[in-house]
């Protein structure tokens, strides 16, 4: 079988997280935990693997020391398509056109199997190559990274327990764009350097319910639309945070003037790049606020019924140096309405930043240039959803979050959207990516 025949296998299996885990088809992980073993021979041979609450999996690959090891992640679940309108089975992992428009349609392709997969690929072809790696290589897949997290945090709390101390953690993140910041004409390899936190809050409204023909002046339902209504028109407030800066600082060299000096001058042009940002559009604007808005809605249970509880989801997430309290305290603020309950589902607070100097980051930076192009800038980057690697923090202060494949934006916006896709020769070219980090 091929590369591309193993990625298609494996995308073809469902395995869909549910916040509820009762909901979970874990028959669907346990098939794709078979089938890792059948495409992958060398990898368990040659790997110790065992598995971690439930379904998760830890993969360790011996090298010559044991002392600074890497340690690679993925999630091995993806959300579900259900009501989504995609044009394709997103579960057929369908190859449309050919040669360097040859394309992979399926849930995961990106999000993140195409990581997953990409490591599992490039171990199997060092394995075969007689490698062996200069120091320890972990493995970690969780299996509910979309949902709860509680393989990647029952992993880390093992290795935690073992001792293992790794010289560099990456996960999925950023990847490679062009035209991410403006005067920025070369593309850029995105790799996140710090993650903001995830909050999900529900505001409550109640009253005494009743016949929907006779119904008061100002329903729960009203009082909680009213109250979303301000949580929108109150933003958060803009600011520059250390990763952005550091972001605009490495590539103000590859900017012309003035951009290149508006870059570098941060501390006098922060204002005019906060304001600049917000306009820009929804990723950039995410760079320079914490941002909430409503996901979920709940009322009655019937037609002709008034609501005694109306409830609305917020998903928070929250910039580099902010918290869950002070979350909390700016949408108490934003909805200036104390019947309006708001409280606090789950959330965890932006991970620490990592360093964007030293041996962590230029190991990822050689690998980046030596197998996506010499023209590649590796940029520090603020990740702006959450993933598995806020729970290896307490390992180790490298930590990075960076998928190796060109993506159009297009392709970014398919994530957790219809038709997910990735081209080909963008996810082998991946695989590169990897061996170059085993071997480095």
Do not use: C
């Not at 023909?213 to 009213?226: D, G, V, Y």
């Amino acid at each position: 079988m091929t590369p591309v025949e193993r990625f298609r296998e494996l995308l073809a299996i469902p395995t869909v997280s549910h916040v509820d885990p009762a909901q979970t088809d874990t028959a669907r992980f346990d098939e794709f935990h078979d089938a890792l073993e059948r495409l992958y021979p060398l990898v368990h041979r040659h790997l110790e693997r065992e598995t971690v609450a439930g379904h998760a999996l830890l993969y360790r690959w011996a090298g010559a020391s044991s002392r600074d090891p890497l340690l690679l992640l993925a999630h091995q679940d993806v959300v579900d398509t259900e009501g989504q309108p995609w044009t394709r089975d997103p579960f057929a992992a369908v190859v449309e056109g050919e040669g360097v428009d040859a394309t992979l349609y399926a849930r995961g392709a990106i999000d993140d199997k195409g990581a997953l997969v990409a490591i599992l690929e490039a171990v199997e072809q060092a394995l075969a190559d007689g490698v062996v790696p200069r120091a320890d290589v972990w493995m970690a897949f969780g299996h509910d990274e979309e949902t709860l997290g509680t393989g990647a945090q029952a992993i880390a709390a093992l290795l935690a327990e073992r001792g293992v101390r790794p010289a560099l953690v990456l996960d999925e993140g950023g990847a490679v764009v062009e035209g991410a910041l403006p005067g920025v004409g070369a593309p850029t390899a995105m790799i996140g350097v710090a993650e903001r936190g995830s909050a999900t809050f529900e505001l409550i409204a109640r009253e005494a319910g009743g016949h929907a023909s006779t119904p008061p002046s100002f329903p729960a339902t009203a009082r909680l639309a009213r109250a979303i209504d301000r949580v929108r028109r109150h933003p958060f407030p803009r600011r520059l945070v250390a990763p952005v800066r550091a972001m605009l600082a490495s590539a103000a060299a590859h900017a012309p003037e003035p951009v290149r000096t508006v870059f570098r001058r941060t501390a006098l042009t922060a204002p005019v790049l906060t304001a600049a940002f917000a306009l820009l559009g929804p990723e950039t604007n995410a760079l320079v606020r914490t941002t909430a808005v409503v996901t979920r809605l709940e009322g009655s249970a019937g037609d002709n019924v008034l609501a005694t509880t109306a409830r609305a989801t917020v998903n928070v997430r929250l910039l580099t140096g902010e918290t869950i309290s002070d979350a909390a305290i700016h949408l108490r603020r934003a909805v200036a309405d104390p019947r309006i309950d708001i409280e606090l589902r789950h959330g965890s607070d932006p991970s620490p930043v990592s360093p964007w100097q030293g041996t962590a980051w230029r190991r990822l930076a050689a690998a980046v240039r030596e197998t996506l192009g010499d023209e590649v800038i590796p940029l520090p980057y603020l990740q702006l959803g959450a993933s598995d690697s806020r729970f290896y923090t307490g390992l180790t202060e490298h930590v990075y979050r960076f998928t190796p494949f060109h993506l159009t934006r297009a392709e970014r916006d398919a994530l957790h959207a219809p038709d997910e896709r990735i081209r080909v020769e963008v996810w082998l070219r991946g695989i590169g990516f990897y061996r170059a980090l085993l071997a480095s």
